[in-house]
C-alpha cells in the first residue's frame, strides 16, 4: 500500500516513452531532423472539417459539454456510416465515442478487466495497449503472429491456445497491423472468432487502420461476433486528426453502457469541436479525402520499403524491421543513439511486444521529403 511519497506501482512500472528512448539525444543534433517514430500524418484535415472552419456564431454549443455517449450529430453519422461500411446493425446504444481510439480501448479494457486478469495480445501490437491492460491492472500476454511466426489459422490459434489460461477474459487483435502493416485473412479472423466463443472470451478489435489497405481486403470482427466485440475506429488515423482526440467504440449495448461510465470518470466527454469536425468529414468530404490519403500513403509505403529491402506493408502507415545483423556491443540501444545522431527518431521493437531486435518507422508521420531522408539514413546505416 503506497504512502507518502510513494505511488501506486500500477503507475510507477506503466512504461513512459514507447515511441523512442533516444529522443533527448535529439536536441544535440545539429541539422535537418526526421521524426518517423510516432504514427500520424502530414496531411491536413478536408477542408470545411478543420478548427480554422468551426465558428460559435454558428454551431450551437460548440464550446459546451456534449453528451458523455458523444454528440448527437456524431452519433447517427457514425451509426450510418457503419451499417453501410461493415453490414452490422448499429444503433445508438452500440456507440460510445471517445477521447481517441485510446479512450475507447481503455474505457473498454476498464468494463471487462479485474484485477490479475489476462488479455491475449496479438503481437507485435500498438504499445499503449499493453499500458492499458496494465492500468487496469490486468496482464497483458504477448502471443507472436505478425512478425511471421503463423503461417496458417491453425498455428494461430495453436499459438492463442498455448498462452491461454483460467484467467484470460480477452484476445486483442489490430488489424490492418501496427507496426507490422500485415493484414490478418478473413479466415483466420474467422477462426480467431470460433475460438473466442468456445473459451467465451470478449475480442477487442482495434481497426483504427481500416481504410489504409494497400493489398488484400480488410475484415470488420463485429459483424462476426456482435455479442462479444468491442470493436474501436479512429478519425486520428483515418482522417487525419490526431490532435483533435475523437475516436469511438462499437460492442453490444450493455457492455457499451458500462464503457460509458468508464468514460464519464476519466475525459466524461469527447471534445465537443473535434465531434462537429469528424461528423462534418463523415458526411462530406470524408471518403474523397481517404482515397488521395491512401494512394499517396501506398506510394510512400513502396519507396520506403524498396529501400529498405523489405516487403511492401498490405495496410496501416508502418514498416517494421529486424535489425538484428546490424546491431553491436551496445544492441538496439547503440543503434537508436545512432540514428537520433543523424537527426533521425524511430521507434524501439520491444515497445511492441517481444522484439529485441526490430524497429519501426512511420511513412506518414512528416513530408514525403522529409520520410525520404530519414528511411535514406536508415538504410545507409543500416548498409543497404
Not at 106 to 121: I, K, T
Not at 176 to 186: D, E, M, Q, V, Y
Not at 218 to 232: C, G, Q, S, W
Request: glycine letters at 8%; hydrophobic letters at 45%; one cysteine or more.
Amino acid at each position: 500500500m503506497p504512502r507518502f511519497p510513494e505511488i501506486a506501482a500500477t503507475a510507477s512500472t506503466t512504461r513512459g516513452a514507447v515511441y523512442s528512448t533516444v529522443a533527448a539525444r535529439l536536441a544535440a543534433h545539429q541539422g535537418q531532423t526526421f521524426p518517423l517514430h510516432i504514427g500520424d500524418t502530414w496531411l491536413e484535415p478536408a477542408v470545411g472539417c478543420r478548427m480554422e472552419d468551426l465558428r460559435s456564431a454558428e454551431i450551437e454549443g460548440l464550446h459546451r459539454y456534449a453528451p458523455v455517449a458523444g454528440h448527437p450529430l456524431l452519433v447517427d453519422a457514425i451509426r450510418r456510416s457503419v451499417e453501410k461500411r461493415a453490414g452490422a446493425a448499429t444503433g445508438a446504444e452500440n456507440i460510445l465515442v471517445s477521447a481517441g481510439a485510446t479512450g475507447a480501448l481503455a474505457a473498454a479494457a476498464a468494463a471487462l478487466v479485474d484485477p490479475g486478469d489476462e488479455v491475449l495480445l496479438l503481437a507485435p501490437y500498438w504499445p499503449l495497449i499493453a499500458g492499458i491492460i496494465h492500468q487496469a491492472r490486468g496482464r497483458p500476454i504477448p502471443v507472436p503472429v505478425f512478425a511471421g511466426e503463423v503461417e496458417s489459422a491453425e498455428s494461430l490459434l495453436a499459438a492463442c491456445d498455448a498462452r491461454a489460461s483460467a484467467r484470460t477474459v480477452a484476445l486483442y487483435l489490430n488489424s490492418p497491423n501496427n507496426p507490422t502493416g500485415r493484414l490478418l485473412p478473413r479466415p483466420w479472423i474467422e477462426a480467431l472468432v470460433a475460438w473466442a466463443r468456445s473459451r467465451e472470451l470478449w475480442i477487442l478489435a482495434d481497426e483504427v487502420y481500416e481504410d489504409y489497405v494497400y493489398r488484400g481486403e480488410h475484415t470488420h470482427t463485429r459483424p462476426l461476433a456482435p455479442e462479444r466485440t468491442f470493436a474501436a475506429h479512429s478519425f486520428s488515423k483515418a482522417y487525419g486528426m490526431a490532435g483533435n482526440r475523437c475516436g469511438y467504440l462499437l460492442g453490444p449495448a450493455e457492455p457499451i453502457a458500462d464503457a460509458r461510465k468508464i468514460a464519464a470518470h476519466t475525459f466524461y466527454s469527447t471534445p465537443t469541436a473535434a465531434q462537429i469536425a469528424a461528423a462534418r468529414v463523415l458526411t462530406g468530404p470524408g471518403e474523397a479525402w481517404i482515397a488521395d490519403a491512401r494512394r499517396r500513403y501506398a506510394e510512400l509505403g513502396e519507396e520506403a520499403a524498396a529501400r529498405l529491402g523489405i516487403e511492401a506493408p498490405a495496410g496501416s502507415t508502418f514498416l517494421f524491421l529486424d535489425v538484428a545483423e546490424h546491431l553491436g556491443p551496445a544492441g538496439l540501444c547503440g543503434l537508436l543513439e545512432a540514428c537520433a545522431d543523424r537527426g533521425l527518431l524511430i521507434a524501439p521493437g520491444p515497445s511492441f511486444g517481444p522484439y529485441p531486435t526490430h524497429v519501426r518507422i512511420c511513412f506518414t508521420s512528416a513530408p514525403p521529403e522529409v520520410v525520404r531522408g530519414g528511411v535514406e539514413t536508415l538504410a545507409q546505416l543500416l548498409g543497404r
